[in-house]
């Protein structure tokens, strides 16, 4: 129903809603049901089972499709003659679900697949278990493409661009024409960018698969996944592996979802205007190194990013001199907490080496920056870097 030609902001209030219907509520609420009335043959049903389907999924699962489909200002490659066909999505209980449904649903016993090295940090288990399977995996790092060299003989690419937390971005449409001469499937975690900041299938790819949890929803307060795609039979396994392992989203969760896409665009704008606002502070500080953001016109990243990215997200990264001065820091600042996950309205940052899963620095932090006023956050930031490099306070 939405005109590929409209705005983006345009498109997200109105993605995924049903026909108008006199007295109809425009945004239908979330359906409870393990069950639906369900007469005589059950074949071709669109409801029967609360593990199968649900409405609420459905609309939701129509939004991100809208959203994820290549529209009027996308090069779409010649692959599809520029007709793409629609997009079908399969939403799931959180990105984890999505990613292992498309990891573990898709690769086989002696298949390769190539990862990221510097990926999201649950990449490492879910790398253990495929090999466990009997599928062989290579990783690379994202930066420089790197992942080029590891294609030969592969059955799935799995790329993240940006990457989480290092910020590093690929070329998606080379790295998918090259894994697709090849013969291998392509999957790319959209979730730091979100479909308003980068489309993987207008890029050739053949998955598009994202954390809702992060700043499509945004709000820090509902976990999500889906993975999006073209080709109908990839739909279906991805569709029942989700059936199968029950990874199913809570329809509350499903409508929240729904209802904060209605501000996606709004969000994701000001997320990009304040990162870049707060990586150009952070830029001219003594204490601070490598400071990452892609929308950062001396970042890396940078010309690559504004080739393929419409949106740069919310995160900044940065390394303070060591891990007490990046504890103090984190400690004085009163507008950001200190939190793990991103893309929520409320400014948070993590010392990441915390964890011990990524290869940071120990005074690495990750940021993902809000929508409180630009100004406040600088201020907040420059002033907690001053605190901490004024050393352990006396009096704690
Ligand atoms: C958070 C995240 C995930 C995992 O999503 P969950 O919703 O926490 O399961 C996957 N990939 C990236 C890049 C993430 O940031």
């Not at 009335?37 to 809208?66: C, K, M, S, V």
């Not at 599928?135 to 060299?149: C, I, K, M, Y």
């Not at 990009?272 to 950062?296: F, I, M, W």
Request: contains cysteine; aromatic residues 6%.
């Amino acid at each position: 129903m939405s005109a590929s030609a409209d705005g983006d902001g345009t498109r997200v209030v109105r993605a995924g809603l049903p026909e108008e219907e006199p007295y109809a509520a425009p945004l239908p609420g979330p359906v409870f049901a393990a069950h639906y009335h369900l007469p005589g043959d059950p074949t071709g049903a669109p409801y029967a089972y609360g593990r199968d389907a649900n409405p609420t999924w459905t609309a939701l699962e129509q939004a991100i499709g809208e959203l994820e489909a290549p529209d009027a200002d996308d090069a779409t490659g010649a692959d599809d003659g520029g007709v793409p066909g629609p997009v079908h999505t399969v939403t799931f209980a959180s990105g984890m679900g999505a990613i292992s449904a498309v990891l573990l649903g898709t690769a086989r016993p002696g298949d390769i697949v190539v990862l990221p090295s510097d990926g999201y940090n649950l990449l490492v288990p879910t790398r253990e278990r495929l090999e466990g399977y009997g599928v062989e995996v290579r990783t690379a790092p994202t930066g420089g493409d790197a992942q080029l060299d590891a294609l030969d003989g592969a059955r799935l690419l799995w790329i993240e661009s940006p990457s989480n937390p290092g910020l590093d971005v690929c070329d998606i449409r080379r790295l998918t024409d090259a894994a697709h001469a090849r013969g291998a499937l392509v999957a790319v975690d959209n979730t730091l960018a979100t479909p308003l900041g980068q489309r993987p299938l207008a890029l050739g790819a053949d998955f598009s698969v994202a954390s809702g949890t992060k700043a499509l929803t945004g709000h820090g307060d509902v976990l999500l996944g889906y993975v999006a795609c073209r080709d109908p039979e990839l739909a279906a396994t991805v569709r029942q592996w989700r059936k199968t392992v029950g990874a199913i989203p809570g329809p509350m969760e499903a409508w929240l979802a729904h209802r904060s896409l209605a501000t996606l665009e709004v969000r994701t704008r000001r997320q990009a205007e304040n990162a870049l606002a707060l990586a150009e502070a952070l830029g001219g500080r003594p204490e601070v190194r490598d400071v990452r953001h892609p929308g950062l016109p001396s970042d890396p990243s940078y010309a690559l990013a504004s080739r393929q990215m419409r949106r740069f997200g919310c995160l900044v990264s940065f390394t303070l001199p060591d891990r007490e001065f990046c504890e103090r820091f984190l400690a004085a600042l009163r507008l950001v907490d200190d939190a793990t996950s991103f893309g929520s309205v409320r400014t948070t940052a993590e010392r990441r080496a915390r964890w011990g899963g990524d290869a940071v620095p120990e005074g690495f932090v990750r940021m993902s920056v809000g929508l409180e006023d630009a100004a406040d956050l600088v201020a907040d930031v420059e002033r907690a870097l001053e605190r901490a490099a004024s050393g352990p306070d006396p009096a704690a």
